[in-house]
């Protein structure tokens, strides 16, 4: 297995808050997708859990590349969880066509936060 990218954000979770108490529903429904937006909405601190999504779509734009375009967007770049609470990344429609034209097949994601900060990397591999 090699590395294709590796890709780092660090969101502050004060920000997000201001993003959310000024733009909530256009901001919230432009980046994250409705099973993001349903587990989120679930937390009582809702912004350290939006701010997690928000890096690790970052941080996989910068894994991959690209940044944000009109190949790669926010709607197609998921975060999940699996039984056990482990975050993983689902990608959709040409951001996952892309990917897949890339050799990528194998993406891992770490979530951490706090109070202030949330941080992601991502680890993109052929």
Same mark, same amino acid.
């Given at each position: 297995?090699?590395?294709?990218g590796?890709?780092?954000?660090?969101?502050?979770?004060?920000r997000?808050?201001?993003?959310?108490?000024?733009?909530?529903?256009?901001?919230?429904?432009?980046?994250?997708?409705?099973?993001?937006?349903?587990?989120?909405?679930?937390?009582?601190?809702?912004?350290?859990?939006?701010?997690a999504?928000?890096?690790?779509?970052? &941080?996989?734009? !910068?894994? =991959?590349?690209?940044?944000?375009? @009109?190949?790669?967007?926010?709607? *197609?770049?998921?975060?999940? /969880?699996? &039984?056990?609470? !482990?975050? =993983?990344?689902?990608l959709?429609? @040409?951001?996952?066509?892309?990917? *897949?034209?890339?050799?990528i /097949?194998?993406?891992?994601?770490s979530?951490?936060?706090?109070?202030?900060?949330?941080?992601?990397?991502?680890?993109?591999?052929?």
């Amino acid at each position: 297995m090699n590395i294709f990218g590796i890709g780092i954000d660090l969101v502050e979770i004060a920000r997000m808050e201001k993003i959310l108490a000024s733009q909530e529903t256009a901001f919230v429904c432009r980046v994250f997708t409705p099973a993001e937006r349903d587990y989120c909405e679930g937390k009582p601190r809702r912004a350290e859990h939006y701010a997690a999504r928000f890096a690790a779509k970052e &941080a996989f734009m !910068k894994a =991959f590349g690209t940044g944000w375009t @009109s190949v790669v967007t926010w709607q *197609e770049i998921e975060v999940g /969880r699996d &039984a056990l609470g !482990k975050p =993983f990344l689902e990608l959709h429609g @040409s951001t996952r066509q892309a990917a *897949e034209e890339k050799g990528i /097949r194998h993406m891992f994601l770490s979530l951490s936060h706090t109070r202030c900060c949330a941080a992601a990397q991502v680890v993109l591999c052929d």
